[in-house]
């Protein structure tokens, strides 16, 4: 988005502009402050945003008293220019780290905290092999392993089939155990990411003999979310579409439970095996809870939410409206990410904007509506302010016209040719309201 926009006011206009200083909607500076506010403004706009880590994977063997394996890092960077992603906090040994076209460059590049060289924009893949050593105590054996924070993170464990593994700290989903690729060993999956603190990211698990045999049922099967959400936002309201993905699991499920923001109000779900769903408002600022039902048992498929909401706030005026990206997700999963497209209808401009927990990939015109069009990459929590937030203003429209009337009289009667041309000087003009004199009727337009 630009830092700021010149808006250039015809002569006339000035005097109605200058009332709004008085009502407190425009502000006057001077010239100085002004140009500090600019100089800000575009310091900030070229800073470089450093790169940031999408999703982890980890996984790893159990040998003796130590976890030992290898990981994978997708990372996207916006450049322009080389980069680095901060990797602190990070508890693991590594013994290499490499991109898809060669080695991967990790040191204190401050000489304070180490971090990864990225040096081209894009989407990245890092593969890295690792390994943890493990504090003994009569529970078992313990791993406090700490790891850059990104939206979500895998963590695989292959242990000897007489042992589970448990998670000590709150903020990780537990499932296991599965079938491993070696026969006498089991899998046990921990997947965190979303919830925990942005600024860090910890897992403390022990490892201990069971006290029964494997009843070999597993756990409720946590499905992993990719999700795109398009946001359409007019002087009406939101119109909202939130497409969810699964990706394909053990078992098949028969609805689909999620939680969204109280103010959104679904219209239409699509997807496979849809039989129907029910919604329940939130009270209190609770969220919402929305209720899929599918026909039979479904593994994977891309699903469909249409939703409502209001945008105005309430208050009237020309005070401008505090708006919040409502948020939806399913409830019980891992996210792999949201993808998040605002569409800004040509009659509201921005007054202020935080981008929340989000990263701004692109702002683009569509040139056929005018709208502008703003993509956003991060997590999709409900009930978090680190959604993207903004204060909206509504223009009005404004336009001038000039009327040419023909009348004719004559013995058959009395017509009435009007023509109408104008001129729109703010906003967007989709409609000519016309008043008739009484008892007239419109032959053609």
């Not at 990245?124 to 939206?151: I, K, N, Y």
């Amino acid at each position: 988005m630009p830092a700021f926009r010149r808006l250039f006011l015809p002569p006339e206009r000035l005097p109605e502009e200058l009332k709004r200083v008085q009502e407190g909607v425009l502000v006057r500076l001077p010239v100085a402050e002004f140009d500090a506010l600019v100089k800000r403004a575009v310091q900030a706009r070229t800073r470089k945003p450093p790169p940031q880590l999408l999703e982890a994977r980890y996984h790893a063997m159990l040998k003796e008293d130590s976890l030992v394996g290898e990981g994978q890092w997708k990372l996207v960077h916006a450049g322009p220019g080389p980069g680095l992603l901060n990797l602190q906090p990070f508890n693991l040994a590594l013994r290499q780290a490499r991109f898809e076209n060669g080695d991967a460059l990790i040191a204190a590049f401050d000489g304070k905290t180490p971090a990864l060289l990225v040096e081209t924009p894009g989407e990245r893949t890092v593969s890295l092999d690792w390994s943890a050593r493990a504090e003994a105590s009569p529970e078992g054996l313990q791993f406090h392993l700490e790891m850059p924070p990104c939206p979500v993170a895998l963590v695989e464990l292959d242990v000897p089939a007489g042992r589970a593994v448990s998670v000590l700290n709150d903020g990780a989903l537990l499932s296991g155990p599965h079938e491993a690729d070696v026969t006498d060993l089991r899998r046990w999956r921990i997947v965190c990411g979303g919830h925990q603190h942005v600024d860090r990211q910890r897992i403390d698990i022990r490892i201990h003999p069971i006290d029964r045999p494997d009843a070999g049922i597993d756990a409720p099967p946590v499905p992993f979310v990719h999700q795109k959400t398009t946001q359409k936002l007019s002087p009406e309201g939101l119109d909202a579409t939130f497409e969810l993905t699964l990706d394909s699991l053990s078992r098949g499920v028969r609805e689909l439970i999620c939680e969204c923001d109280s103010e959104l109000r679904p219209r239409d779900v699509i997807g496979p095996e849809v039989d129907g769903y029910a919604f329940q408002s939130g009270e209190g600022g609770q969220p919402a809870r929305l209720t899929i039902r599918l026909r039979g048992p479904v593994r994977a498929g891309t699903w469909q939410v249409h939703c409502l909401a209001p945008l105005h706030n309430g208050t009237g005026g020309s005070r401008p409206i505090v708006w919040r990206s409502p948020g939806l997700r399913l409830i019980n999963s891992v996210s792999r990410g949201e993808t998040l497209t605002l569409w800004l209808h040509p009659d509201l401009r921005i007054e202020s904007w935080s981008a929340g927990g989000f990263q701004l990939t692109s702002s683009d015109l569509d040139r056929a509506t005018g709208a502008q069009v703003l993509t956003l990459l991060g997590g999709g929590s409900v009930g978090s302010p680190r959604r993207p937030a903004a204060q909206l203003q509504a223009y009005g429209v404004e336009f001038v016209t000039h009327q040419l009337t023909w009348w004719r009289c004559d013995a058959g009667g009395m017509a009435l040719t009007v023509q109408i041309g104008w001129d729109v000087s703010q906003g967007q003009l989709f409609q000519l309201p016309v008043l008739l004199p009484v008892g007239w009727n419109v032959e053609k337009v």
